[in-house]
């Protein structure tokens, strides 16, 4: 690990080396990136998604792009709204998006070669100077077999403002190409049907805007607060009061059976309730890029219909641009120790207790060490891991001078580096 956060300092410091400092209008004539053109004639705003229309050029792997060429991969209306939380404070922002219709109407479409969806994210990296970090590490989950987010760089125009290497990808969505599980409807109240398919996730309680529960068990740090549980799929209003309550007991059941007694129990303890293995691949994905986020923020879960595993499983990743070392708190810098016991909490975002139960557990370590020394001859392999770092430097070269033409940052202070 030591060896990746060194790494991402050697790219930015290449960067640093090329992009000018002074903020300049930039204008966009051709990219080896895929070119997304955004016109409104209103101002983006956090909520409600408006109304513009969106354009996307894209000749293939390998061909050029410019930007008087057609709109051959997406031409038509779009819903857009700013997203994120901290990252909204930001000047280069992030984007939410609907494709629609032309009467307005969610439209699955594929978009740079991505499956058929409507819903879909514009990321645009300001505090991870390296542009890569969220790239990189849905990149590798997904090599591991755990679904993450596929993602395609782009560079972004809207109305006729450049602003920068953009990375267009999946919203995290129940969805038989993304988070492929069950649908449950809204009278899915009985029985089998009500077991699934569910996602929920750990995340803040912030102006009570995301409806959930607070955990009845202490987090890892023994404080006031407790972990916050949000429903995402389905969510308010389509989620009916009895699977509320049966995702709700579900996870109490579980958490009970993981602090009693009986935790190692095959039949009685946790390992009932949820897909060991995703829980191991969660932890190391989390600690390879010892993210400060993971465990309590964006942490997301999802379950399936009993019929079908029934079991609790960790993932998809998300939101990995304070990783590898990019944030002063947190021990975020640090390339020793472990991210799942860090004695910290954030205005009540706090680590659960599950990780180090977990590992309390001779039989959950061992497979742990097995999966880890199997990962490290393959995906994990240093050269594989360095090798797709270097892949991606490459293909952004040219265009991060752009970036960074238009977003001065490289050494100056963006927080938390």
Known sequence: M????????????????????????VALDSSNLAIVVINSSQSI????????TMGIIYNGPGVRNYITDAFNNYNGKIGIEIRGNTAQDFPKKSYGLETRDSLGNNNNVSLVGMPPENDWILYGPYSDKSLMR??????????????????????????????????LMEKIKRDSNR?????????????????????????????????????????????????????????TPKIANAQKDYIKDFMYDFETALIGPDFKDTLKGYARYINVESFIDFLISVELARNIDAYYLSTYMHKNLDSKGGKLNMGPLWDFN??????????????????????????GAVIPFWWCRLLQDTDFSAKLMSRWNDLRTGTLHLDNIMSYIDSMAAYLNESQQRNFTRWPTLGEEVWPN
Request: charge should be negative; proline fraction near 3%; include cysteine.
């Open 2 to 25: 030591r060896i990746l956060l060194s790494i991402f300092a050697g790219i930015c410091a290449f960067f640093l080396y090329q992009a000018p400092l002074v903020a300049q209008t």
């Open 45 to 52: 705003v956090d909520e409600p998604k408006i109304t513009a």
């Open 134 to 167: 969220n790239v990189l590490t849905y990149k590798l989950s997904n090599d591991m077999g755990r679904y993450a987010s596929r993602t395609r760089f782009c560079e972004l125009i809207i109305d006729g403002d450049y602003k920068g290497v953009y990375v």
């Open 179 to 235: 988070v492929a599980i069950e649908k449950l409807e809204q009278n899915d109240l009985n029985g089998d049907a009500l077991t699934g398919g569910y996602i929920i996730k750990l995340d803040w309680n912030e102006r009570e805007a995301e409806e959930g529960w607070y955990s009845s068990y202490a987090p890892y740090i023994d404080v006031f607060e407790r972990y916050f549980f949000v429903y995402h799929s389905p969510k």
């Open 322 to 347: 304070l990783s590898f070392g990019n944030a002063y708190y947190a021990d975020g810098f640090k390339t020793d120790g472990w991210q799942y016991n860090i004695a910290y909490t954030l205005d």
